[in-house]
């Protein structure tokens, strides 16, 4: 698996991973979740996301069982909700996240999303907190601004800011005017969500482009040009960026083995055109 290096580190970690929203749900779908994971991280997608927010704390859950015995490869991110995120409750969040998954250590902790109860420098100096004992190794954030950003860098002080977790996909390309600048100058890893697209009552629902529409097609056309499919192409683009890594969600093997199939091609430059009058960035 394509590897790029994480922030302003020397450890490189792989392109796609695998994202765990809605995972621990369902009790039947455990096992399948828990195999589907373990195909990945076999298979090189060893970033795995998961937050104490999905499922109650199922997701963490499932995550721990299909790691248990193979923790030392696997690149751990969770997140802290929103409604933690006062100093204490932050401590308390990631105690919490540590016995579900069943680790000594989280690889990377990120903030949810932006707080409007809890000051950035209050939940930030509790992640400095988590790095100094030992239980997180690097501070991130998710859906932050640029604005934001900056903010929890200069709170977190000599611990650096590694990386911001935002939305990235072909209808949503809002971070390719701001963000992802931003963070290649200043080294900070983004990894973009939702790579297909959004559920249809998730920001709007803009969800991956339906058989027969133009935007399809033109994918199709494209996939059909280098043995693909077009959800593969969608795939190959996000990650044309560089700095970007992404953890589309996969609860079956075969899945997986598509996302895993999405790289070690190139789109060449009449694709990206194509692409581009396709699906061009909305303009505010």
């Given at each position: 698996m394509l590897q790029r290096t994480f922030g302003r580190t020397e450890l490189r970690i792989p392109v796609i991973g695998q994202g765990t929203w809605k995972f621990g749900e369902e009790k039947g779908n455990e096992q399948q979740e828990i195999e589907a994971l373990r195909y990945g991280i076999a298979n090189g997608l060893t970033l795995i996301d998961t937050a104490e927010a999905y499922a109650g704390g199922g997701s963490e859950r499932v995550v721990g069982q299909?790691?248990?015995d193979v923790?030392?490869?696997?690149?751990l991110v969770t997140k802290v909700a929103?409604?933690?995120?006062?100093?204490?409750?932050?401590?308390?969040?990631?105690?919490?996240?540590?016995?579900?998954l069943g680790t000594d250590r989280i690889d990377l902790y990120l903030q949810h999303w932006p707080s409007d109860k809890y000051a950035?420098?209050?939940?930030?100096?509790a992640m400095a907190e988590l790095v100094k004992r030992g239980w997180i190794k690097h501070?991130?954030?998710?859906?932050?601004?640029?604005?934001?950003?900056?903010?929890?860098q200069r709170c977190l002080g000599d611990v650096p800011l590694a990386c911001n977790q935002v939305p990235y996909h072909?209808?949503?390309?809002?971070?390719?005017?701001?963000v992802i600048p931003y963070c290649r100058e200043h080294g900070i890893t983004v990894m973009g969500y939702s790579p297909f697209g959004y559920a249809p009552h998730v920001f709007g629902g803009k969800g991956f482009p339906e058989p027969g529409s133009p935007q399809r097609e033109a994918l199709e056309a494209i996939g059909a040009k280098h043995g693909k499919t077009a959800y593969q192409v969608a795939l190959n683009w996000v990650l044309r960026q560089e700095g970007l890594v992404t953890i589309p969600k996969a609860a079956s093997r075969a899945h997986m083995q598509?996302?895993?199939?999405s790289v070690g091609w190139e789109l060449d430059a009449a694709d990206a055109e194509r692409?581009?009058?396709?699906?061009?960035?909305?303009?505010?």
């Open positions: 299909a790691i248990r923790r030392d490869k696997v690149f929103t409604e933690n995120c006062s100093y204490e409750g932050v401590l308390r969040a990631a105690e919490g996240s540590l016995e579900r950035v420098s209050e939940t930030m100096s501070v991130g954030v998710s859906n932050f601004s640029v604005a934001l950003m900056d903010e929890a072909l209808n949503d390309r809002q971070i390719e005017a701001e598509d996302n895993i199939e692409i581009e009058a396709a699906f061009p960035i909305a303009r505010a």
